[in-house]
């Protein structure tokens, strides 16, 4: 089954049941969301009256709890020592408030290293989520997402992951999430998925894809750029999208558009789910 949504707002008054509006307006069937500003660490208490009134209106509008999707802060960065104590307690109270809001899956940045050097860049990210789950002892995943390779950002390609993973202990607690438009950036080609998903099959496994990130690309394959552009706008194109979508091997696994929006003020995912469920692109943007 076909599971679709974009990235929603949340807000300290509102909270998911924001979010599930949001994602109803779009005819999205899952969603995407950050627990506050993900550029700061201003958190609100998460209220459960709210999270129970967002259950009730998830299940009569056919939105899918258990897809839905949290996205860890920026802030966060476990591959440099200088931000290590701030990034794992920060990080931990992000799996707690994710566990109390019953979601089972947090998508992370591994971090950049910036200076470092790899090896000790994988390493620390390795110290740190092992920290993170020795404090939180919840059900909530942690996806690491595979990244372009801008500047000194790890997990830009499947080796590294796969390092990560295995020097993890509760490694049945981490799973990938997969973003277009940084695979292309990062060097693997979405004109030929199959062998994409043959490789990280090969080297991970299938099986730790949790999430897949939908997003065209403003820049050229292998350019370590990271932009995201609307779908069947930007380098990788609609019909190469679709292909990811409808991909057998990534089927019942969410699909989340994080693409820009139009003149910065129009959210572009309810025409784009919809090209998306009709298999067929139409320039929405420019008509
Ligand atoms: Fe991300
Ligand atoms: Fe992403
Ligand atoms: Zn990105």
């Keep these: 089954m076909l599971y ?3 990235h929603v707002s949340f807000d300290k008054n509102e909270q998911l049941v924001k979010s599930v509006k949001e994602a109803i307006s779009y005819n999205a069937n899952t969603f995407m969301f950050y627990t506050g500003a993900p550029q700061n660490t201003n958190r609100c208490n998460i209220l459960d009256e709210k999270t129970l009134e967002a259950l009730t209106l998830m299940k009569e ?4 709890f258990d897809k839905v999707i949290v996205h860890a802060p920026y802030i966060i960065n476990l591959a440099n020592r200088n931000n290590m104590e ?3 307690n920060f990080l931990t109270t992000e799996l707690e408030r ?9 998508v992370l940045h591994p971090g950049s290293h910036v200076g470092v050097g790899v090896d000790e860049g994988l390493n620390n990210i390795i110290d740190g989520l092992n920290q993170v789950f020795t404090n939180d002892k919840g059900n909530c995943m942690i996806l690491l997402e595979t990244m372009a390779g801008k500047g000194t950002e790890l997990g830009r390609n499947f080796d590294e992951l796969k390092r990560i993973i295995d020097g993890v202990k509760d490694n049945n607690r981490l799973g990938v999430c997969l973003d277009t438009c940084h695979l292309n950036d990062g060097g693997y080609d979405i004109n030929k998925f199959d062998d994409v998903l043959d490789e990280f099959d090969k080297i991970i496994g299938l099986n730790k894809i949790k999430c897949v990130h939908v997003n065209d690309s403003k820049n050229l394959f292998n350019t370590h750029k990271d932009r995201h552009e609307n779908i069947g706008y930007g380098t990788i194109g609609f019909d190469n999208l679709l292909n990811v979508i409808y991909n057998k091997r990534l089927e019942d696994i969410p699909k989340i558009l994080e693409t820009p929006y139009i003149n910065k003020i129009k959210a572009p995912y309810k025409e784009e789910i919809e090209m998306i469920r009709d298999k067929k692109f139409r320039d ?4």
């Design 4 to 6: 679709i949504g974009s």
């Design 61 to 64: 509008n056919g939105i899918y």
């Design 86 to 88: 701030f990034s794992v």
């Design 98 to 106: 994710c566990s109390q809001l019953g979601v089972k899956y947090l």
């Design 284 to 287: 929405f943007i420019n008509l």
